[in-house]
């Protein structure tokens, strides 16, 4: 084989890895307004994590939330979709990644507020302690994990 033709094997198996996991990578779409600070660190959090985030400016959530089927009592400052699945608030990616995963019969995931040491929501001195709630079509919600931390030191 000449090196030429070994070449461009080569150059195609590596934009079909390439493709693959692209593909593999979960594709979540947030909206968000164009205000918010700690939407984007979220977001950043998200893309670290290894999910192709596509995002929407807009200038307000509550459409989003009543679309998604987000109950009033748990929302957030951001609204994203992931593979059928509302997600809403500073979710951290490791519990949207078992979502995917374990796939319940559910509506989404929530993490009501903007809890302080939640992704996007991490300070010098804070722990992180709130729940991701999942929850139903009808409204209804369950404990899905709990984060629970020790103050992160200040800086100095």
Same mark, same amino acid.
Request: proline share 8%; aromatic share 6%.
């Given at each position: 084989? =000449?090196?030429?033709?070994?070449? #461009?094997?080569?150059? #195609?198996?590596?934009? +079909? ?6 593909? %593999?990578?979960?594709?979540? =779409?947030?909206?968000? =307004? %164009? $205000? ?6 979220? +977001? $950043?959090?998200? *893309?670290?994590?290894? &999910? ?13 939330? *009543? ?11 951001? =609204? ?15 519990? +949207? ?7 319940? *019969?559910? *509506?989404?995931? %929530? #993490? ?10 991490? %300070?010098?001195?804070?722990? #992180? ?5 999942? &929850?139903?079509?009808?409204?209804? $919600? ?7 931390? $020790? ?6």
């Amino acid at each position: 084989m =000449t090196s030429r033709p070994m070449l #461009a094997g080569l150059f #195609a198996l590596g934009l +079909i890895l390439a493709v693959g996991l692209h593909a %593999a990578s979960p594709e979540i =779409t947030v909206y968000k =307004t %164009a $205000t918010c600070g700690c939407c984007g660190k979220w +977001i $950043t959090h998200l *893309k670290e994590n290894g &999910f192709q985030v596509t995002v929407h400016e807009v200038p307000s959530t509550d459409p989003y939330r *009543k679309k998604f089927g987000v109950p009033e009592d748990l929302g957030s400052c951001h =609204t994203a979709v992931v593979a059928g699945y509302s997600i809403e608030g500073h979710v951290p990616a490791a519990d +949207i990644q078992r979502l995917l995963k374990e796939r319940p *019969k559910a *509506k989404g995931l %929530a #993490a009501p507020g903007m809890p302080m040491g939640s992704p996007g929501m991490e %300070a010098p001195g804070v722990s #992180a302690n709130y729940s991701v709630l999942l &929850f139903q079509e009808d409204g209804s $919600t369950s404990v899905y994990q709990e984060h629970r931390s $020790t103050p992160a030191p200040a800086s100095r």
